[in-house]
Structure formats: C-alpha cells, structure tokens
C-alpha cells in the first residue's frame, strides 16, 4: 500500500527540501520504491536531483492544469528506486489558471488517483506558502511531515499551518493526519539550538521524531552537484541522519521488512 506524504511548512527555508529529497533517497536505499513530486515553482527538488528544468519539457504543472497523466510526467533519477515528476517554471501560473476550476484543490488528488503505479512512498516538496499548490497537496495527502528549522523563530506560523491541516482534514480530505515534525539545522554549539528543540518537544512531544537533523556543510552543498546526500556524501553526519531518519519514519510506519533488509 502506497503512502502519500507532503512535506510542508509556508515558512520558507526551513528544509523542506532538503527533507524531500534525501528522505526519499534514503527511503530508495531502503528498497522503497518512491516517487518525488516537486509542487514548488522554484524547482529546487528537481534541480537538487540533478534534473535540468530547462531541459523539461513537461512538469507536474501538466498533471494539475491539463490533466495529463502522472505516469507520462515521471522520469527517472541517479538514485535506484527514486523517480521524480519534476517541476517547471509555469508551475508558477499553476494557480492562477486553476482558479476557477471547480476542482481546483483536488487537481492533484484527482492525478494520483488515476495512476496506479507501484511505489512504497509519494513525497510532496511543497512550496513555502499555504497557496493552491500547496492545498492540493494536502487535499493529496494521507500525512504531513513539517520540517521546523532549530531557530528563534521556529515556532512562528506553526499554529497556522497546524489550523490548516485540521480545516483540509475537516473539510477536504479526513484520511489527512500528521506525519510528524523534524527538527532541521540543528546548531549542537549553541544553547538556542537546544532550547527550541526543548520547547517544540515540550508542545509537539510523540509528533517530534527523535532524528534530529544536524546543520550539516555537505547537505546544503549537495543540491548544487545535483545529487541526494548519500551519493555525495554518504559518510557525512548529514547522509547518517538522514537515513536515521528514513528509517525511525519506517519504522513508525510499521515497515519492518525493509529496516530489517537494511540493518
Ligand atoms: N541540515 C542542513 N545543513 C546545512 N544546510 C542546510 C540544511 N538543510 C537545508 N540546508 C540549506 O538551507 C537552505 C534552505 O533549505 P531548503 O531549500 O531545504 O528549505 P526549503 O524549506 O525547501 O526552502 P523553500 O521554502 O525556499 O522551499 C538551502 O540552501 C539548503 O541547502
Ligand atoms: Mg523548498
């Protein structure tokens, strides 16, 4: 049974990204057959994977607006058991030309529904706004996963977008739950680093995975040699984390099988 997860917070640079992609590396290197659907205009998962979006033709943008199918947008990535349905520029005007759709929040609910391809996982990079793009992936969702950036501000918005999610899974989709939060840049050299990672454990407790994400120098290198950590730099504390990550989100899925494969 496949699972949708849309990795999301309308703040921006928090590691969403990031996330998106070396989550779902590490969750191919876990055997997972996972699919990446970069929603963000910006294009920074599709770039990240090494993808050249000038290069691409067509775009997630082409699921959403003319409704073609998921199955012709997908193409392959370096990283075995990773595809990507990337994003392009137009992505952007995605959300102007869908307003008057009736179905403008369900665009891509209504792709993924018609598509039965096989995988373990589907990851949503959502952009950095509570926007259409981003409504349609929560109206897409069976979960949110929220990056929170271990910074003074961390907490800011995060009762918006956790008043959103309750409304979507009020109003739009009520499989929607949370995935959880991770807890990203962590600085250990200084104290405002663990203290925000006190007060989000003291809110959020159970929701908060153990994994904490380290500032790392090789993660925020990686995207520009268009590659997930583990091929970059797969003995960085970054690519360890990471897959820590992917496998305490398994293992919390109840996907023993491939933890065990693994370990
Ligand atoms: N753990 C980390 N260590 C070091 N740099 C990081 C880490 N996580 C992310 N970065 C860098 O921080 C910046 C923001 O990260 P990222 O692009 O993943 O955030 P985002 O939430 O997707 O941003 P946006 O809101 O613009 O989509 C990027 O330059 C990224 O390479
Ligand atoms: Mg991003």
């Known amino acids: 049974m496949r699972k949708v997860v849309a990795v999301a917070n309308q703040k921006g640079g928090v590691g969403k990204t990031t996330t998106s992609v070396n989550m779902a590396a590490c969750l191919a290197g876990e055997d997972c057959r996972v699919l990446l659907i970069d929603l963000?205009?910006?294009g920074n998962a599709t770039s990240g994977l090494g993808i050249d979006r000038h290069e691409c033709d067509r775009s997630v943008y082409d699921a959403l607006v003319a409704e073609e199918s998921l199955e012709d947008l997908r193409i392959e990535t370096a990283t075995k058991g990773l595809e990507l349905v990337p994003s392009t520029a137009d992505l952007a005007g995605a959300q102007i030309e869908l307003v008057d759709h009736p179905q403008r929040e369900f665009q891509l609910r209504r792709a993924l529904d018609?598509?039965?391809?096989?995988y373990d996982f589907i990851i949503l990079d959502c952009p950095p706004s509570l926007g259409l793009l981003t409504l349609n992936a929560l109206a897409a969702a069976n979960t949110v996963l929220v990056p929170i950036q271990t910074e003074?501000?961390?907490l800011e918005g995060l009762g918006h977008l956790l008043n959103t999610v309750e409304l979507i899974h009020e109003h739009l989709n009520p499989a929607l739950s949370l995935e959880g939060i991770l807890l990203t840049m962590y600085d250990?050299?200084?104290n405002l680093s663990e203290q925000?990672?006190?007060e989000v454990n003291t809110h959020f407790g159970d929701l908060v995975f153990e994994t904490?994400?380290?500032?790392n120098v090789r993660?925020?290198?990686?995207p520009s040699f268009g590659m997930p950590i583990t091929e970059y730099a797969g003995s960085s504390r970054g690519a360890r984390s990471y897959r820590d990550f992917a496998r305490?989100?398994?293992e919390r899925n109840g996907h023993d099988r491939f933890h065990d494969a693994a370990s």
């Open 188 to 190: 250990g050299r200084t």
């Open 114 to 118: 018609e598509f039965d391809a096989e």
């Open 219 to 222: 993660l925020g290198e990686a």
């Open 212 to 215: 904490i994400i380290p500032r």
């Open 152 to 154: 003074y501000y961390a």
């Open 248 to 250: 305490e989100f398994l």
């Open 196 to 198: 925000v990672a006190d």
């Open 40 to 42: 963000d205009p910006q």
